[in-house]
């Protein structure tokens, strides 16, 4: 492990496009924009007060409505956010977009997330993908780093990944989800879960297309990550001529 100054954070994500029902409900429930980086108040839900939405959403907000595939990572030195860009943009093309079957609300760790019904194994190897051909950009981990990440309770697979890719909940272990709020109390939780669904309600029923990849920024440590750009999936010819 090397010792590395803080520095830009990246993730490297899915995120519905900025005017899709899905991505303007998602915000619409954390309470910010991840495009615009402009933040709101929580839209009245009868049966939970405003300053509860708050509480509740308040870590998922600062990260932005999406689904990590590659998560917060500093640039490795000799490398720089033009390269990554480029290389992120090429990889793209590499992908033919698809669709995840109709989304759920799920828990995921005492949080509620969104997650398809179904497995979705072109997913599953677009993010194990992400991981492992994009982690040249990744600086390593301090001691100090792993030894934060290091819960005391990850599976031996988990502890392999976080050694070997600086994350643990990825490849076998990864689980694609849309995070909705921070941990919840037992005696919350089904009552929160219940509000979600209605506040979700007709956009679940939909399948989500996969058209692209996005990069979000962390500019400072502790700043809200905002989406820096969209990268779609497809040759440049096949966008061209749909």
Same mark, same amino acid.
Request: hydrophobic fraction near 45%; charged fraction near 20%.
């Given at each position: 492990?090397?010792?590395?100054?803080?520095?830009?954070?990246? !993730?490297?994500?899915?995120?519905?496009?900025?005017?899709?029902?899905?991505?303007?409900?998602? =915000?619409?429930?954390?309470?910010?924009?991840? $495009?615009?980086?402009?933040? $709101?108040?929580?839209?009245?839900?009868?049966?939970?007060?405003?300053?509860?939405?708050?509480?509740?959403?308040? !870590?998922?907000?600062? &990260? @932005?409505?999406? /689904?990590? +595939?590659?998560?917060?990572? !500093?640039? =490795?030195?000799?490398?720089?956010?033009?390269?990554?860009?480029?290389?992120?943009?090429?990889?793209?093309?590499?992908?033919?977009?698809?669709? #995840?079957?109709?989304? /759920?609300?799920?828990?995921?760790?005492?949080? +509620?997330?969104?997650?398809?019904?179904?497995?979705?194994?072109?997913? *599953?190897?677009?993010?194990?993908?992400?991981?492992?051909?994009?982690? &040249?950009?990744?600086?390593?981990?301090?001691?100090?780093?792993?030894?934060?990440? *290091?819960?005391? *309770?990850?599976?031996?697979?988990?502890?392999?990944?976080? &050694?070997?890719?600086?994350?643990? *909940?990825?490849?076998?272990?990864?689980?694609?989800?849309?995070?909705?709020?921070?941990?919840?109390?037992?005696?919350?939780?089904?009552?929160?879960?219940?509000?979600?669904?209605? $506040?979700?309600?007709?956009? +679940?029923?939909?399948?989500?297309? !996969?058209?692209?990849?996005? #990069?979000?920024?962390?500019?400072?440590?502790?700043?809200?990550?905002?989406?820096?750009?969209?990268?779609?999936? @497809?040759? #440049?010819? =096949?966008?061209?001529?749909?």
């Amino acid at each position: 492990m090397t010792m590395c100054a803080e520095k830009k954070r990246y !993730v490297i994500s899915f995120t519905p496009p900025p005017y899709d029902a899905l991505g303007i409900v998602g =915000a619409n429930w954390l309470g910010r924009n991840a $495009f615009s980086n402009v933040s $709101f108040e929580p839209q009245f839900i009868r049966g939970c007060g405003l300053h509860e939405i708050a509480y509740h959403t308040a !870590v998922p907000r600062r &990260y @932005g409505f999406q /689904a990590m +595939l590659k998560s917060p990572f !500093v640039l =490795a030195e000799g490398l720089s956010e033009a390269m990554l860009l480029n290389a992120l943009m090429r990889f793209a093309t590499r992908w033919e977009p698809f669709l #995840l079957s109709p989304l /759920a609300v799920t828990r995921f760790r005492d949080m +509620l997330t969104l997650s398809p019904l179904v497995n979705a194994p072109a997913m *599953d190897a677009l993010a194990a993908s992400v991981v492992s051909d994009l982690d &040249y950009f990744r600086a390593p981990m301090s001691d100090a780093e792993f030894e934060r990440r *290091d819960t005391g *309770d990850l599976t031996p697979t988990q502890f392999a990944n976080l &050694y070997r890719w600086g994350e643990p *909940d990825v490849m076998s272990a990864f689980h694609f989800h849309l995070t909705l709020t921070g941990k919840l109390p037992p005696q919350d939780a089904d009552r929160i879960e219940r509000l979600v669904r209605e $506040f979700f309600g007709p956009v +679940l029923l939909e399948p989500v297309e !996969v058209g692209s990849l996005a #990069l979000f920024v962390e500019e400072e440590p502790g700043a809200p990550f905002i989406v820096h750009s969209l990268h779609p999936m @497809g040759a #440049l010819p =096949a966008r061209q001529t749909a």
